[in-house]
T-cell receptor, first 114, second 112 residues
Framework: DVKVTQSSRYLVKRTGEKVFLECVQD?????MFWYRQDPGLGLRLIYF???????EKGDIPEGYSVSREKKERFSLILESASTNQTSMYLC?????????????FGQGTRLTVV | AQSVTQPDIHITVSEGASLELRCNYS??????LFWYVQSPGQGLQLLLK??????LVQGIKGFEAEFKRSQSSFNLRKPSVHWSDAAEYFC??????????FGSGTRLLVRP
């Protein structure tokens, strides 16, 4: 069974803290994504990676960075958490193949910044 | 900017009634289009996808979608809705760099 695992389901952090959200996939997928999901706004792409050490900005990269040192792991970093980063964060992965690609999602991390 | 639009935030249908959820895209070339469903407290699950060929695509759970280039639409349909279909539905497209971009979602409520 394919799997995308996010390290935490719920996190509470203080304003100004550095926050790491971890995502691991076991499907040998090239592509990995980080989204945030907010009511009425759908899923907005924060960052995208198509290979180890490669990354591309999505629609809302401000205040975030990412790290992909190994193919199976994609980390989202909030350098200095702020209350407007309180949200649901979703990680996904997919093959680098248009015909067979399907994005598989983790269960999400609900982050609250207080 | 290239995007997908889901014009309906909420839709309520009675159990057993037919369903159509709207999705419009703005992209010049033939897009790669998807529909995902998110049940309460669950992750996203792929319902169906369109890349090329037959414009009527069958998916899981009895859903289908039709790609209409003339209307820039990829609407999701189901002939008879079940209470378990209550969820949030997202239309998405993949651009040339494999980025997956989502619409804002439509929440489906099912009346008994």
């Amino acid at each position: 069974d394919v799997k995308v695992t996010q390290s935490s389901r719920y996190l509470v952090k203080r304003t100004g803290e550095k926050v790491f959200l971890e995502c691991v996939q076991d499907m040998d997928h090239e592509n990995m994504f980080w989204y945030r999901q907010d009511p009425g706004l759908g899923l907005r792409l924060i960052y995208f990676s198509y290979d180890v050490k490669m990354k591309e900005k999505g629609d809302i990269p401000e205040g975030y960075s990412v790290s992909r040192e190994k193919k199976e792991r994609f980390s989202l970093i909030l350098e200095s958490a702020s209350t407007n980063q309180t949200s649901m964060y979703l990680c996904a992965s997919s093959l680098l193949d248009r015909l067979y690609t399907e994005a598989f999602f983790g269960q999400g991390t609900r982050l609250t910044v207080v | 900017a290239q995007s997908v639009t889901q014009p309906d935030i909420h839709i309520t249908v009675s159990e057993g009634a037919s369903l159509e959820l709207r999705c419009n895209y703005s992209y010049g070339a033939t897009p790669y289009l998807f529909w995902y469903v998110q049940s309460p407290g669950q992750g996203l699950q792929l319902l169906l996808k369109y890349f090329s060929g037959d414009t009527l695509v069958q998916g899981i759970k009895g859903f289908e979608a039709e790609f209409k280039r003339s209307q820039s639409s990829f609407n999701l349909r189901k002939p008879s809705v079940h209470w378990s279909d209550a969820a949030e539905y997202f239309c998405a497209w993949m651009d040339s760099s494999y980025k997956l971009i989502f619409g804002s979602g439509t929440r489906l409520l099912v009346r008994p």
